[in-house]
Structures are given as C-alpha cells and as structure tokens.
C-alpha cells in the first residue's frame, strides 16, 4: 500500500502564485511516475503535469510556461509550482503514484485551488 498526503492548496487572486506539496509513504517501488492531476466541478480528471523517477517530466498544454513539476526522491516528495494562474486553474488538484511495472496506481485526497480574478 502506498499513501499520499496532498497539501499547499488555497485561494489566491489571478495572476497569484501557489505550491502544492504532495508525500508519499509506505510501500514505495523506486521506479515509478507522480503527477498532479486536476477536477473542475462537472468536469474530468485531467493530467497537469507528471515527473518519473528519474526526472523526465511531461506537461498539459494548459500548465506549460507556468506550472513546474519537481521532486524530492530523498524526501519521497513532489511539488507543483504553480505561478501566473487564472480562474480557469480553479480546481481540485489530485497526487498520483504510478508504478507500472507493478501495475498499481494510487492517489491522494486532493486539495482545493481557487483561483479568483
């Protein structure tokens, strides 16, 4: 079993910064994939940006040139710099462990982002 401890989100005025933190604990396989994922209300799950093990990082076209994705392998952390955002950010913002050779994939609780203009 894996656990992940989602924190850092808020409310913030367009154009505002915000850093979200995510930990992970428990049965951690080295190789794997953390992302941030988002939820507007009626709308999908949808990627933000993903980071693998070893530091390949992938982005939404909607978070490229403002949001950075990093990690803490030593602190089994990842972060999501958040810079330049817009109500159409506001969401709720979701940590994901994947490790697919060993076919599992879990995820956090989620923390709230609003994002008022």
């Known amino acids: 079993q894996v656990q992940l401890v989602e924190s850092g989100g808020g409310s913030v005025q367009a154009g505002g910064s915000l850093r979200l933190s995510c930990v992970v604990s428990g049965s951690i396989y080295k190789i794997n994939r953390m992302g941030w994922y988002r939820q507007a209300p009626g709308k999908q799950r949808e990627l933000v940006a993903t980071i693998t093990s070893g530091g390949s990082t992938n982005y939404a076209d909607s978070a490229k040139g403002r949001f950075t994705i990093s990690r803490d392998n030593a602190k089994n952390t990842v972060y999501l710099q958040m810079n330049s955002l817009k109500p159409e950010d506001t969401a709720v913002y979701y940590c994901?462990?994947?490790?697919?050779?060993?076919?599992?994939?879990?995820w956090g609780q989620g923390t709230q982002v609003t994002v008022s203009s």
């Open positions: 994901n462990y994947n490790a697919e050779i060993l076919g599992v994939s879990y």
